[in-house]
């Protein structure tokens, strides 16, 4: 089972910026999409933003766009998420999970840990 470990969330004023980390144990990492998701208290995990394997394509929501940056290092595993200009709605915690880009819905069933972002006003 591929584990998915989340880092770099914390507390960040209103306009504020934070990078997120998603580093993954699979091999065949580089071969496919990676998305991120956040799920606010009390609400639904929502899609955030994606890419595809070779990071030429990305998709963001319409809440995030302008804002977030979603990129990729295939040769660390690892997928990204520059959050700037950070409101507190944005406030959720972030996971990451393989995504079928074309439908924005998260492959694998499990979940990490996620990380924390909570953005005071």
């Known amino acids: 089972q591929v584990q998915l470990v989340e880092s770099g969330g914390g507390l960040v004023q209103a306009g504020g910026s934070l990078r997120l980390s998603c580093a993954a144990s699979?091999?065949?990492?580089?071969?496919?999409?990676m998305g991120w998701f956040r799920q606010a208290p009390g609400k639904t995990r929502e899609f955030v933003a994606a890419?595809?394997?070779?990071?030429?394509?990305?998709y963001y929501a319409d809440s995030v766009k302008g804002r977030f940056t979603i990129s990729r290092d295939n040769a660390k595993n690892t997928v990204y998420l520059q959050m700037n200009s950070l409101k507190p709605e944005d406030t959720a915690v972030y996971y990451c999970?393989?995504?079928?880009?074309?439908?924005?819905?998260?492959?694998?069933?499990?979940w990490g840990q996620g990380t924390q972002v909570t953005v005071s006003s």
């Open positions: 890419i595809r394997w070779s990071g030429e394509s990305t």
């Open positions: 999970n393989r995504i079928a880009f074309t439908t924005r819905n998260p492959v694998y069933d499990h």
């Open positions: 699979e091999r065949t990492f580089s071969t496919y999409s």
